[in-house]
């Protein structure tokens, strides 16, 4: 499934706030728009970040089974907050082996056990963008409560301090939410 | 980087055999032409089958160094044959963990280890399709010299017995030469 984020004057989801963490910023974006078919896309986007839902890459039967058993969907009607941050990774990263890339993953980086930490409050869904020639590697969507956005930042700035994080050479942080 | 496989009446490789191993299968085509940019298409190809040249998925650092330390490249002046497998795993298989389809590839299968053992002779590049909606999930490009064509057959054999081929649903073989 390919999903499209397009960000500029229309869209279901309001920015509250656009940063810039690493690399290059987005041009800014008053909306986004979350559209999983070409016919939804507005006419004359500021930008536009495609993805693609895949399978799981590093994630293990025992992680999965603990992340299925806690996690919730998308579309909560209590999740009006929302984040869409998407990341680069360097070419030293993607020169690694498997083995390398999942130990600084989970065993140096415990972005797996942290993300599960917070479920099921904080709802994500990862896209993958590299193959695809985007100008990012993955966008990942959080969606959650707006009084939970504390436990959020908790949770981002623990995976930003990790020893994978020291290969992400763009990062865009972009929150939103939904009108009532 | 995208690689296109294009069947049809023009291209470098002249088809000379051209089976269904499982499930449906492609049109005939007299010849293929490898392209790497949209420029290089011929007009009406009888198929297009595009992949990605990606990171490693399964390979770890051990392993990788041994296949470095015994691969040769494509391209080369002896390599005047060649085969393109394009393959589909069934939905079993992306719905399993990493480590678990890590464990029938390499552990259960010895994908890896069984195509170390055909180095230098049977070149071999993988362009991933599935995550481009495309009819297959795996494009593997062979290129070897006329006079090991059984040893490549040899090796195809031991694959196509393994448990990891279980989960294939979906293959064609076509086998390929360079004029002189």
Redesign the interface.
Known sequence: M?ITFHGGDTGRWRVHAQHTVKGDALPPAARVAVADTDSDAPTHPAWSLRG?V????????D??ERLAARQEGLGRRQAKAAALIPIRKDPRW???????R?AIIEEQSRHISIGLEYLPAIARRLH?S????EPFDFLTWFEFAPEDEPRFEHMLARLRASAEWRYVDREVDLRLRLDD
Chains 1, 2 share one sequence.
Do not use: C
């Open positions: 390919t693609i895949s399978n799981l890459r590093y994630t293990g039967k992680e999965r993607w020169a690694l082996a498997q083995d390398e999942r993958h590299r193959d695809l020639g």
